[in-house]
């Protein structure tokens, strides 16, 4: 009903920039939050940043200064400019929506795209 498709992870040198994208179709009333999260190899999923409807932002401490996410809400699109990438920032990365599918009620949906390889690396 909806799906999540990420674009644009990939290699990069440590120091180098990275932007990624997701777009949200389907069934869509509107998106409450969109954002990211990152999954390393043997590490719990985490939260790299969100945005609200409202326009406020959350960023976990160790991305603070260095990713920004942005959302164009025409194209119901989430960005995330990845800018002093480190080693540690290799992940599968993971679009997120909170989404409410129609008119009838204010139910919130949970969302996740498949994921986008993030690799840093010299």
């Known amino acids: 009903q909806v799906q999540l498709v990420e674009s644009g992870g990939g290699l990069v040198q440590p120091g180098g920039s990275l932007r990624l994208s997701c777009a949200a179709s389907?069934?869509?009333?509107?998106?409450?939050?969109m954002g990211w999260f990152r999954q390393a190899p043997g590490k719990q999923r985490e939260l790299v940043a969100t945005l609200n409807s409202d326009g406020n932002t959350r960023y976990a401490d160790s991305v603070k200064g260095r990713f920004t996410v942005s959302r164009d809400n025409a194209k119901n699109t989430v960005y995330l400019q990845m800018n002093s990438l480190k080693f540690e920032d290799t992940a599968v990365y993971l679009c997120y929506a909170a989404i409410r599918r129609d008119s009838a009620g204010a139910v919130l949906y949970n969302y996740w795209g498949q994921g986008t390889q993030v690799t840093v690396s010299s």
């Open positions: 389907g069934s869509i009333f509107s998106i409450y939050i």
